[in-house]
């Protein structure tokens, strides 16, 4: 069994192609296959390295690793072996109209309420009529002759499958220019390297049916693969989910602090029956069933994830986010902060808090009430109990008590309306910075 993800480097990976990475990864771990990483770099105008690099950063941090690798622009001789084979056999055919001719064929099929497929003008090109269109300085594309009938599938997610090719234009394979489309070039690699199950988008669906076509002029079985195809992913608001949305990129989550097992958990199991529980990579592979997936699209929701993240850093220990923590923080900092925050980046705000200064809200009409709270501030050293006995202190003396004895405490003391527990954060604040704060003249 071998296992593929083939992104291509036009971009950062976003969460919708990671989903489709993890699944791949997934499945391989679980199934002890071997998992292939190849870079469908041949759009050569937009490939970048910057992003193969990116690529292949974020995937070793969400803990996919592969058994081989290559790209695409490495084998464009297997590419040219295919083109002439299917040359060979009549079902790669030159085309010479122009982008403008096909848009006036589309309209006016329109027109004549039929399906703005291709015509397939020129199978009826004359050896004679090529040769005058190439002397007269055109030159070819290629399309791929798609047989009549219906491929079908009975596919791991979505069930029983069927594309009629009828109803499909023949593809263009190779552009003028020679470059080989993904259609082409992709099946061709799943056949050379022994690739047997392929999990992508449903977004693929019809173009599954048309390289099981070109798989079988080649020379493929028809059940040479197993297909899965993982419904939609919408946003929040049920619309289709732009791979332009750079807050959503892995790198972009990443920066911000999501945890990488927030995301593998999340996207693993997004659009499934089973709970979002945190797991490491391997724990997830044994539970992974693509049966589980539902049939319908599924939302990518930010407040699901950040919740997620949040379950996961409020019991991380220490050794595992020290290396990531603000410089100096303590074992006692991380312990205090983590069951407050959504994102590791927020540490740095509660690092300010306990460590630097910071400028809380005005508070005039408190101005009194907090001199007085200052009188009462007990003297060092402190400990989780100074927080108690100075309220108590306070509410004895001012007769206050509850949220108007605490809010203005707490504002004056962290800027926060909400936030980790005082008794906790006051020993770290220390008595210095807490007199400063609630003296301070608003």
């Known amino acids: 069994m071998k296992l593929r993800f083939a992104p291509s480097p036009t971009g950062m990976l976003h969460v919708g192609n990671a989903r489709q990475a993890i699944a791949n990864a997934l499945f391989a771990r679980k199934h002890n296959a071997t ?29 996919i690793s592969w058994d081989e690798t290559f790209r695409q622009t490495e084998c464009l001789a297997r590419y040219e072996r295919a083109i002439e084979a299917l040359k060979a056999s009549g079902r790669l055919y030159p085309c010479f109209e122009s982008e403008q001719e096909l848009a006036a064929k589309r309209e006016l099929r329109i027109k004549q309420r039929k399906p703005p497929l291709y015509d397939r003008a020129m199978l009826k090109m004359t050896a004679e ?31 029983n499958c069927s594309v009629k090719l009828t109803a499909v234009s023949d593809p263009v394979l190779i552009r003028a220019d020679g470059t080989v489309l993904y259609t082409l070039a992709s099946i061709v690699d799943d056949l050379e390297t022994d690739v047997t199950h392929i999990i992508r988008g ?37 619309g289709k989910l732009s791979k ?80 990531r923590l603000p410089e100096g923080a303590t074992e006692q900092f991380w312990l205090v902060i983590r069951s407050n925050i959504d994102l590791l980046a927020e540490c740095a705000h509660w690092w300010n808090v306990t460590h630097d200064d910071i400028t809380p809200p005005d508070q005039p009409e408190e101005r009194e009430y907090l001199a007085e709270t200052a009188s009462l501030l007990p003297q060092e050293p402190w400990s989780e109990e100074t927080w108690s006995i100075w309220t108590k202190a306070i509410s004895a003396a001012t007769g206050r008590k509850g949220k108007a004895l605490f809010r203005p405490l707490r504002l004056a003391l962290t800027g926060e309306e909400h936030g980790p527990e005082l008794k906790d954060l006051l020993p770290l604040i220390g008595r210095a910075r807490a007199l400063t704060r609630v003296t301070r003249i608003s």
């Open 202 to 238: 449903e977004d693929h669906i019809t173009n599954t049916g048309v390289q099981l076509d070109i798989a079988e002029a080649l020379g493929a079985k028809p059940n040479r693969f197993k297909f899965a195809h993982l419904p939609l992913l919408l946003d929040e608001g049920g």
């Open 35 to 63: 998992f292939q990483l190849r870079i469908d770099d041949t759009d050569v105008g937009r490939s970048q390295e910057i992003y193969v690099t990116g690529i292949q950063t974020d995937l070793e941090w969400m803990g």
């Open 244 to 323: 332009r949305f750079d807050s959503l990129s892995i790198k972009s989550l990443r920066r911000d602090g999501i945890e990488a097992k927030a995301i593998t958990t999340y996207l693993s199991t997004l659009g499934s029956s089973k709970s979002p529980d945190p797991k490491g990579f391997d724990a997830l592979a044994q539970d992974y069933d693509l049966s589980c997936i539902s049939k319908s699209a599924a939302r990518f929701d930010m407040k699901q994830l950040l919740a997620l993240n949040r379950r996961i850093l409020s019991t991380a220990e220490y050794q595992d986010v020290k290396d």
């Open 129 to 159: 009529q090529r040769a005058q269109a190439e002397a007269n300085g055109k030159v070819p594309y290629w399309r791929f002759k798609l047989t009549d009938g219906s491929k079908s599938w009975n596919d791991l997610v979505m069930g």
